[in-house]
């Protein structure tokens, strides 16, 4: 848990009093001055706010400095880590694929060309007749992307065109 420093004490202190003062200073209403305050005040402590020590090592997806401080010495937390650390370029890659699926089909279709999966797992781009003449020769399939491992079905992606090897 974070626990404000003197330091940031201090400064919401001293804003709100330099708010006060100006408050008197100027003619402002009561609702304006505690706004402005108010909003001061926050961002002073966002501005200002401590993370926790442990939070200034990085550990993403089972690797960084930080893994062992947030496994705190359990041995499940530290197996779920090193499974993340193994599984870190599968998930990237179906993230991208993701990516990619949902958001350049439409790009390419203004053009008259549509994004096909290769065996290998990246895309080329095919005009109209490339995929006629592809799907005559029974070189293509339709595929529906999955998410959760392969457990359902991602309705949020179009289906995916894939070339037969």
């Known amino acids: 848990m974070a626990i404000l420093h003197n330091a940031t004490i201090l400064a919401i202190v001293l804003t709100a009093s330099i708010i006060s003062s100006s408050a008197l200073q100027f003619s402002v209403n009561r609702r304006d001055w505690l706004l402005g305050s108010a909003a001061t005040c926050s961002s002073a402590l966002i501005a200002n706010s401590v ?6 090592q990085y550990c993403a997806s089972g690797i960084g400095d930080g893994c062992n401080d947030l496994a705190e010495g359990n041995d ?90």
């Open 51 to 56: 993370l926790p020590a442990s939070a200034s």
């Open 76 to 165: 499940f937390i530290k197996t779920l880590q090193e499974k993340s650390a193994a599984n870190k370029d599968k998930y990237t890659k179906e993230a991208l694929n993701a990516y990619y699926m949902k958001n350049y089909p439409d790009f390419f279709a203004s053009s008259g060309k549509k994004l096909v999966r290769k065996p290998d797992g990246s895309f080329i781009l095919l005009d109209e007749a490339e995929i006629d003449r592809l799907s005559r020769a029974n070189k293509l399939s339709t595929e529906m992307p999955r998410a959760l491992k392969g457990r359902v079905t991602d309705l949020t992606q179009k289906p995916i065109l894939v070339l037969k090897e």
